[in-house]
């Protein structure tokens, strides 16, 4: 499948901005200090910006933005129209917990835990939009919206983590699940790259159709490319997929856990040191944009048989 | 309603003869020129003259290698435009309801009003056939040339898809393909037409003749080298000291 730039930038972008509620939501129920104010708005304005980019730049790929409302309507079949209409629904809780928490009004934890189980929905609506086609036989299996769950999460809590570092607030137990959810993560990931070597059941002998040992691909319709072959064919390179994932494994998983570990016991004082935590989560992102980017490379489309790929 | 019809009361599709289809793509060009004007018009083409063109097409041949039973193999040309499926996957996943089945014949069709172009019908569709028109920014595809089909300003006999009044082989017949007594059913019974990519689950109405066995075209005798020579040369050689 080709990948589009706004597509990817727009399930990374929103989907680490959810996984940053998920990250508050265990960060706040394992301590409940008094967060600082800044804390408080710097958090809200990056969870909030991030969904609201994410969101934005989804439309970038369509052929008529002005008409996207109009997605809203086909929730009871279409798993895009439910993840648009849950994603506006979520803006409600959002708001309200904003403004409860920044305002230290009882009742945000509540709402925050509404908050997560919105931005769990939108997230799973998502995967599940990928997850049942059967057309691209790499996506069609049930690891897929796990791991769209759990790289929101894990990206979400580690920015969570790295502010968390910034202002000096050590939260031992957070620490933990932040590592949990890294290994989880990883594991689901090795998983999934083990089950889509497994060769789908079409093939060009069903594409085709005619009974005979030997099928081959002769001649295409035409010599140019054509809208299917540009979206839906694209030549993957196994060298270049195996390096990249390994790129997206490193970024990701092995420097947040080495530093993590090597930042247990250390108080911040310096701003650049302060500073690291962060830098460390935007490694992250760029391995989850690049794990997003493979997923779209390393699959195919079953259309490729009547095109000889 | 992006929700599939529960039951359509005619079930129009194609029934294409592989055994026929010679690939001179009249049936492309010919939907191309009748749809360019039609429902969906216009079919865009983006750099038709310049060093790398595209454009909507509605219909394609495909060239396809089948080793056969007896000796060798044969070339089978394969032409593939929308299906009209029952369970049309492209229709469940619009998000805007654009994308529909028709109750009455059964024909798949898009809204170009209501099309956001966001291309999800493109991916769920397994046989390749929706068209993406860049110019439009709306999804496009075959429509069984519904305005042909019912055009009352046409003759009777003229009321038939594009490709099919085209074809001049007679590989491709227009039909209701849910009647069993129709022409159409009455020949996917007899040649045993079969459906593209069952294991997708999308129930096709169109169907597909398989190309007819070979193997009483030759009486299995062998067949014998025609010289003893291997060495191509040498085989010329030996031709034109005969012909001498």
Redo the contacts between chains.
């Keep these: 499948?080709h990948p589009s730039k706004s597509i990817i930038f727009f399930t990374v972008i929103s989907g680490t901005g959810y996984g940053i509620f998920i990250g508050l939501l265990f960060n706040i129920l394992f301590i409940e200090i008094s967060y600082s104010l800044n804390y408080k708005l710097f958090i809200s304005l990056v969870s909030f910006l991030m969904i609201v980019l994410g969101l934005l730049s989804s439309t970038l790929?369509?052929?008529?933005?002005e008409?996207?409302w109009?997605?809203?309507?086909?929730w009871?079949?279409?798993?895009?129209?439910r993840e648009?209409l849950v994603s506006v629904i979520t803006f409600f809780p959002m708001v309200l917990f904003y403004y409860f928490w920044i305002n230290n009004i009882n009742g945000y934890v509540f709402l925050l835990i509404i908050l997560c189980i919105f931005s769990l929905l939108t997230i799973f609506c998502t995967g599940q939009?990928y997850a049942?086609?059967?057309?691209?036989p790499s996506w069609n299996n049930s690891l897929v919206t796990p791991i769209y769950i759990f790289n929101g999460i894990t990206v979400g809590s580690l920015f969570v983590y790295s502010i968390n570092f910034y202002f000096n607030y050590n939260i031992f137990l957070y620490e933990k699940f932040i590592i949990i959810t890294i290994i989880l993560n990883l594991l689901l990931k090795i998983s999934y790259w083990i089950l889509i070597r497994q060769k789908s059941?079409?093939n060009?002998q069903?594409?085709?159709?005619?009974?005979?040992?030997?099928?081959?691909?002769?001649?295409?319709?035409?010599t140019?490319?054509?809208?299917?072959t540009?979206?839906?064919i694209n030549k993957s390179n196994n060298k270049k997929n195996n390096f990249l994932r390994l790129t997206f494994c490193i970024l990701t998983f092995i420097i947040p856990l080495y530093m993590i570990n090597q930042y247990s016991t250390l108080i911040a004082d310096q701003f650049i040191l302060k500073l690291s935590m962060i830098f460390v989560f935007i490694l992250a992102l760029v391995g989850m944009i690049i794990e997003r980017y493979l997923f779209f490379i390393q699959s195919k489309?079953?259309?490729g048989f009547?095109?000889g790929n | 309603m992006t929700e599939l019809p529960k039951k359509t009361n005619k079930k129009l599709g194609l029934v294409i003869d592989l055994d026929i289809c010679v690939g001179c793509h009249a049936c492309a060009v010919s939907c191309k020129e009748w749809n360019t004007s039609g429902h969906s018009s216009p079919l865009h083409d983006v750099e038709p003259y310049g060093d790398d063109p595209t454009g909507v097409w509605f219909n394609r041949i495909h060239t396809f290698e089948v080793e056969t039973e007896v000796r060798g193999s044969k070339t089978v040309h394969f032409p593939k435009s929308c299906l009209h499926c029952d369970d049309a996957p492209c229709v469940t996943v619009c998000p805007t309801g654009a994308s529909y089945k028709r109750d009455e014949d059964g024909i798949v069709l898009v809204n170009a009003e209501t099309c956001i172009g966001c291309k999800l019908c493109s991916w769920a569709c397994p046989y390749g056939a929706r068209e993406y028109d860049e110019t439009a920014g709306v999804m496009k595809k075959c429509t069984l040339c519904v305005d042909k089909i019912y055009n009352e300003n046409l003759p009777e006999n003229e009321r038939l898809p594009a490709c099919v009044s085209s074809c001049p082989t007679g590989a491709r017949s227009f039909g209701d393909l849910g009647d069993e007594n129709s022409e159409v059913s009455k020949l996917v019974n007899e040649r045993e037409g079969y459906n593209l990519m069952p294991e997708q689950d999308c129930k096709p109405l169109n169907k597909y003749l398989p190309p007819k066995s070979n193997k009483d075209l030759f009486n299995n005798e062998e067949l014998k080298p025609v010289s003893k020579n291997n060495n191509f040369e040498d085989w010329i050689n030996e031709v034109e000291n005969a012909s001498k």
Excluded: C, D
């Excluded at chain 1, 140019?224 to 299917?228: A, F, P, S």
């Design positions: 499948m790929h369509l052929g008529h933005p008409r996207a109009r997605a809203f309507s086909q009871k079949s279409s798993w895009l129209s648009g939009m049942t086609l059967k057309t691209i059941n079409t060009i069903t594409a085709v159709g005619i009974k005979s040992k030997n099928i081959s691909f002769f001649e295409g319709p035409h140019g490319k054509n809208y299917l540009t979206e839906m489309h079953v259309v009547y095109y």
